[in-house]
């Protein structure tokens, strides 16, 4: 994967600005050297920029493009658990992310930049800020939540009623992700998919 380490542009900064506030207000000298931290990586489709079984320790920005995280089985077969596109900031939020093997791959789903930064780098540029504090407690309520809404839809409603609500809540996932990779996430095979969009109209028949 092509990496850059050429000095971080403006995008780059103030999307650390947005999250970080105080860097921005006091410490502009302390922003630009976080920022200046990351390493720019450009991803063709599917390169993978996390494997399983090697350690995550590092924050990615997504600047352009689409990342696909997912596990793979004992028998080789994939299964979709999220995807981040434009201005996603996600890190290994627990320290078992951090002290562990990774589970799962991180991939390219369609050509990307992502900025890489070192999260020890970040924590000890952000660990007193209050910002931190509650991006931290907002990502993990978000994964908490993201896995009580997807268990309970497992559980309790059909695959009409689960690609329903991804229509609705994730209507630009529909135009930028592969059927197969959606039918994955949603539990089912990507034929059930193409006829359960055929019977919706959606599609023809």
């Known amino acids: ?77 994939e299964s979709n658990k999220n995807f981040h596109a434009e201005d996603a900031f996600i890190w290994p939020v627990t320290d078992t992310l951090r002290r562990e093997p990774a589970a799962f791959f991180i991939a390219a789903l369609e050509p990307s930049t992502v900025r890489c930064l070192p999260f020890p780098a970040l924590e000890a540029a952000v660990a007193g800020l209050p910002s931190w504090a509650a991006l931290r407690l907002q990502a993990l309520a978000g994964l908490l939540d993201d896995k009580m809404r997807r268990e309970q839809a497992f559980l309790q409603c059909t695959a009409r009623e689960r690609y329903e609500a991804l229509l609705r809540e994730r209507p630009e996932w529909t135009g930028r992700i592969p059927l197969r990779h959606l039918a994955s996430y949603l539990g089912m095979t990507d034929v059930s998919l193409s006829r359960l969009r055929a019977s919706m109209g959606l599609i023809g028949g």
Not at 29 to 48: E, F, K, V, Y
Request: proline share 6%; aromatic share 10%.
């Open 1 to 77: 994967m092509p990496v850059s380490s050429v000095p971080a542009d403006g995008s780059w900064v103030q999307a650390l600005a947005r999250r970080f506030p105080e860097l921005d207000a006091g410490a502009l000298a302390a922003l630009a050297a976080l920022a200046d931290r990351a390493q720019r990586i450009t991803l063709a489709p599917h390169a993978t920029l996390l494997a399983a079984g090697a350690p995550w320790q590092q924050a990615f920005w997504v600047e352009r493009g689409m990342l696909r995280l997912f596990y793979i089985d004992r028998e080789g077969r």
